[in-house]
């Protein structure tokens, strides 16, 4: 593992999580965050003290509190690219699973591609949004070891990108509109994945998510990994959350490539402009989802909620347009990306 | 469609340049035989002795696909040179100067029209010798304006591909050229004009999950290396010997991938034959049966 890479993805680190660092009861702190945890360790045990000057502790734990607010406010409003994969990788950011859990009444899971398998790497089915029917599609990296291998980290195969496939066509049958949530390294590179056309399956799956004549509202919630995010990205509304990341590459594996070292991830992750901010600048996402101080990892409903709010607030524009509208400007929209909105 | 009379000037080129003279020997880079450079180019740069189909050039593909070689090539639209100002070891802008230099093209998509097999047929070929034939902004404008073109001329589109993937400094604007390529595929489904894709070596990456995987005809060359990921990627992440022949034309063949191996001599037949059978509703009105 490279001292400052960022691990968990393919072409650099390792799978597990090896730049999280100071545990403190439930929650796992970045490098970046140590002062913070330091503070917090110090208000759990003060919490934990009791003795007759209870009101002093009490002022005590007030003051840390604001302090290490203070200093979460000034590193999360300024963080640099590297932290920002960091962020987007953390392993208490909520999953897509969670998002549906919260945000889809009455969800019912739908499974398999109906040509070769089930693919746990990306979930899907259908449920209500606020009321209305709609179409749920997401990657889902598991959240502890033994569902992580179940669901393959997130790393989708043919199968599952075949499933999204069908299940954004049983949208457009029904008149529903697609959410589809985004959190992936990419897609498996794996013997059996190039066996079965992960090219092809990859590519259909855009053919197929730009001709959904249903709105098609696309998050990106934690780490949008290349082809294996685009293939559920083609969406009328694309949005990350403020800390998400979306980029062509992994910046372990550009960095290998580019600067022949893996060591200088934080470099390639500065150039690649992956961050929410450059990426609404460059007019390539159309919104950012801010979330709760600290990042979603510290308040996963809060982050749920906001991201349910974007949804409802780009929904209403998009009901009102008819399936060949939708597909129209769907198209054209993607049609200038790389010529417009570029200085 | 103005900006297609704004950009697309015809540009005519005749001649092949040769940079090897005729009189010298080669190496073939599968059986290590020795090759006269003059048989070599005879033989559409196809092994003599084995059958191993080396790179092509992209005036060696328009002129071995068209009918007597003859075809207008024609100016693409211009793009955003650098929108990211990306610098790694070297600039971007200074990386692109030197391959242009160094392969006299502008970029890694080339586009002409022109005949196969008596037919129209637009042709958009992509150059592997161009920054790995990586895909950027400028890929994504050349094959927009090659499907644009064979719209405008009723003609069906055939890419030749190769690629090593994304153009990593031109960031998620490379991977947006995904769904833009894909957009253009449908723009000649909805105008009900063939697509065909021709698979050379190699062919990896998002151009392998975009626009290359989604014609209505898929043909590869022998032998030709395609996939999306690399085979040094799985490798490193399966930690197991990948299968003899893995991820090779014959492979995908087997496994329902592609339509055809053909080689190369027999490219330009085929062709036009696949033209002629998809394209019949614009063909000339004597195929047609008397009313
Ligand atoms: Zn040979």
Redesign the pocket.
Known sequence: MPPDGFGGGPGGGTWQDSWLCYPHGMRQFLDFEKSVAELENKIDELRHMSGPDGINIAEEIARLTEKSEKQLRVAYAKLTPGQKVQVARHAQRPHTAEYIGTLIQDFTPLAGDRLFGEDKAVIGGIGRFQDLPVVVIGTERGSELESRLEHNFGMARPEGYRKAQRLMELAGRFGMPILTFIDTAGAWPGIDAEARGQAEAIARSIDTCLSAPVPVIATVIGEGGSGGAIALGAGDRVMMLEHAIYSVISPEACASILWRDPKLATSAAEALKLTAQDLLQLHLVDRIIPEPLGGAQRDPEAAIRAVGDAIGAELPDLLSLSGAMLVAQRREKFLVMGRDGLT | MSWLTDYVRPKIRGLLKREVPDNLWTN?E??S?MILVKDLRKGLNV?P??G?HMRATVAERFAWTFDEGVCTRIDLPKVVVDPLSFRDRKRYTDRLKDERAKSQLDESMAVAHGKIGGHDAVVAVMAFEFIAGTMGAALGEAFVAAARLAILQKAPLVVFTASGGARMQEGMISLMQMPRTTVAVQMLRDAGLPYIVVLTNPTTGGVTASFAMLGDVQISEPNALIGFAGPRVIEDTVREKLPEGFQRAEYLLDHGMIDMVTKRADLPAMLGRLIGLLNHRQAAAPLRPAA
């Open positions: 073939c599968s059986c035989q092994c002795h084995c191993h």
